[in-house]
């Protein structure tokens, strides 16, 4: 199934509902960092799996992030938003580089959550 749907954290369950009331922006682009796969497309169909990201695994995905972001990076985007855990920004150690204009969510997981809804349904902020 697609990323989007396997998984079923807190923030994945905002965006599906902002999804299924209609006010989800077309205009937004969801990656997603999975353990096992690194960065992806949210539609990117993925089988189940029972991987934890530590600090090893960040390390193991590093290069990868870094060459999805530089793809990301290159394309028009005003604003990236970014909201993951500490030992998942571990993967993207030195993102700055090639994405200076990024947004990260800062907090606890209901403030990330709370500040993430508050973005995307924030008109051209995108």
Do not use: C
Request: hydrophobic letters at 40%; charged letters at 30%; glycine letters at 8%.
């Amino acid at each position: 199934m697609p990323a989007l749907e396997r998984y079923d954290g807190v923030n994945y369950l905002v965006v599906k509902k902002l999804m299924r009331e209609g006010k989800f922006p077309k205009n937004v682009d969801i990656k997603i960092l999975s353990a096992k796969y690194g960065l992806i497309d949210a539609e990117t169909p993925i089988p189940y799996y029972d991987q934890r990201m530590d600090k090893q695994r960040a390390k193991e995905l590093h290069g990868q992030v870094m060459r999805e972001l530089s793809k990301v990076a290159k394309k028009p985007y005003s604003e990236i938003f970014i909201n993951m855990g500490k030992v998942y920004l571990d993967a993207m150690d030195g993102y700055g580089e090639v994405m200076p204009n990024a947004k990260f969510a800062e907090g606890g997981i209901g403030q990330k959550m709370a500040a993430m809804r508050e973005w995307i349904l924030t008109p051209d902020t995108k």
